[in-house]
């Protein structure tokens, strides 16, 4: 299971690398979200035993960023709605940017965690 957790978390941050190189200015900062999934992936590939409390703590702060990008493509859709009621708004679609990749990247959160939940021991164990 660690070893599909990786390539997981290598698959999104390729499809995020192009995202964070958008905005050109922000870009070194922005890369740091990739470049630590990578590192993550890295460590789960080698089966590390203490990537797992790494990992939960991770994906609990991104959910953190994912409900932010949500909440801002929100904003942006109200803000367009405002500006179209005075004559404007013709980019108010792109509301739903942030909200899709908050949405999905919050879903990866959210399976990475029920996955990567602590083993519990079973009762019959010894």
Do not use: K, N
């Amino acid at each position: 299971m660690s070893r599909a957790l990786a390539v997981a978390h290598v698959a999104i941050a390729i499809l995020l690398i192009p995202l964070t190189l958008v905005p050109i200015t922000l870009a070194p900062i922005l890369l740091i979200g990739p470049a630590w999934a990578i590192l993550l992936a890295r460590r789960l590939w080698r089966r590390d035993p203490a990537v797992i409390r790494t990992l939960r703590r991770t994906h609990v702060v991104f959910l953190a960023i994912d409900a932010l990008l949500i909440w801002y493509g929100v904003w942006m859709l109200r803000a367009a709605e405002a500006s179209a009621a005075r004559g404007g708004g013709l980019l108010g679609g792109f509301g739903l940017i942030p909200i899709g990749l908050g949405a999905v990247l919050g879903c990866f959160s959210i399976l990475t965690l029920v996955v990567a939940r602590p083993l519990q021991p079973s009762a019959g164990s010894v």
